[in-house]
């Protein structure tokens, strides 16, 4: 569809670029299901004559523009995936598909990424080094960039970067900030076991409920005494459940919830209390206890000198600049920071409805600085590496 897009203005780049953002829109395909975006950006990339790398992926891919091959290598990253929510819009453009919708607004950033790569290929004899350009599936679910870190594709990145459209932000506008861009997002099961007896005969058994009722009350102290008081961490039990009846003492008891935290420091502390304050309690009752932890997303950690670049460059393209509070959300781009120095923003679309609201929606307005920002970062960060 960017066919002949060559020699195309960029007037005509921004509308051949909302065509294909709308495209994508109609046909949202859900997490580890990206079969037909990852054709078409195959198609896209094909007709533009860059290169995709031959990677053991099941969707989602690596493309490749290079000026110099014994340059450094930097990297841009847009997600693919949309959710499972039925849209609720009444755009032009909504899903065709029932049930699954671009609610998080990943067609915006695979078509801003993909528009970067179109601006990278005509400038490519100028580039003085190499741009991986990434197109990850999986991000809602996980594990996309974990999939795409396990190729090897990115070993030789320099630094990488990334973007989310924000709708609480104005058009025109940019939030970054160095340090933690999202949370450290963690669930965790603790399973009680007791010994089931009479309700009347309480002493022949060992009760699960109260078990879990210390347990309940003691995790609420390891934030207030455990963490300093200008860190900021979350624990909170959302399901507990035990028994069937009024007057049979259950056996067991099943409590879960989540900790977020910003610092990596902070959720092992966490973790490690957790598990401490559980069978601590457990044994003091007489109970046994198992606590697992499924440890999610890290926080998105903006690397200092990356974002103050990046600050910098977005400034030069146009944006207003905002610094930001930590936002409590999760965002697999961590997982890729966990091994690159990189940082992430959020572009300002001014929408009415959140991220993953039914009604949701992109103002195309943002979708032109989004692909100069990401092409001028990865072309100039390129030049910051061999200075
Ligand atoms: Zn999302
Ligand atoms: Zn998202």
Redesign the pocket.
């Known amino acids: 569809m960017v066919h002949t897009a060559l020699t195309v203005t960029t007037g005509q780049l921004e509308s051949k670029l909302i065509e294909i953002r709308h495209h994508l829109h109609q046909e949202p395909e859900i997490s580890n299901e990206e079969f037909e975006t990852t054709k078409k950006l195959r198609d896209w990339l094909g007709d533009l004559d860059i290169s995709i790398l031959d990677l053991p992926l099941k969707t989602g891919l690596v493309a490749e523009v290079s000026g110099d091959p014994k340059g450094p290598v930097v990297a841009i990253r847009g997600d693919i995936d949309a ?1 499972p929510i039925h849209e609720e819009t009444t755009l032009p453009y909504k899903s065709r598909f029932d049930g699954k919708m671009h ?2 607004g ?1 067609d915006f950033h695979t078509t801003a990424v993909l528009g970067a790569a179109y601006v990278l290929k005509q400038k490519e004899h100028e580039l003085k080094g190499t741009v991986r350009i990434i197109f990850q599936p999986a ?2 679910t996980g594990p996309g960039a974990i999939d795409i870190l396990n190729t090897h594709a990115l070993d030789d990145v320099q630094a990488i970067f990334g973007l989310h459209n924000m709708p609480s932000l104005e058009l025109g506008q940019l939030g970054t900030r160095i340090g933690a861009m999202s949370s450290n997002c963690d669930r965790f099961e603790i399973m009680v076991e007791g010994v089931g007896t009479h309700a009347a005969h309480p002493d022949l058994g060992v009760d699960p409920i109260l078990v879990a009722g210390h347990i309940l009350v003691a995790l609420q102290s390891i934030v207030s005494r455990n963490i300093d008081w200008q860190d900021s961490a979350v624990v909170s039990i959302c399901q507990l459940h035990s028994g069937n009846t009024w007057n049979v003492i259950p056996s067991m008891a099943q409590l879960e919830g989540t900790v977020r935290s910003l610092d990596l420091d902070i959720r092992e502390t966490i973790k490690g209390k957790i598990k401490q304050v559980v069978e601590g309690i457990a044994s003091a009752f007489g109970a046994k206890a198992t606590f697992i932890w499924h440890g999610g997303s890290p926080a998105v950690m903006n690397d200092e000198k990356w974002t103050l670049f990046t600050i910098e460059k977005a400034k030069e393209v146009g944006f207003e600049v905002i610094d930001i509070k930590p936002p409590s ?1 999760g965002e697999d781009f961590s997982h890729y920071q966990e091994k690159i120095p990189g940082t992430f923003v959020h572009i300002g679309t001014s929408t009415p409805y959140s ?2 609201h039914p009604k949701f929606e992109i103002d195309d307005r943002a979708l032109m600085p989004s692909v100069k920002l990401l092409a001028t970062l990865a072309e100039q960060a390129l030049v910051d590496i061999i200075s």
């Open positions: 959710l609610a998080c990943h991000e809602e959300s991220l993953h």
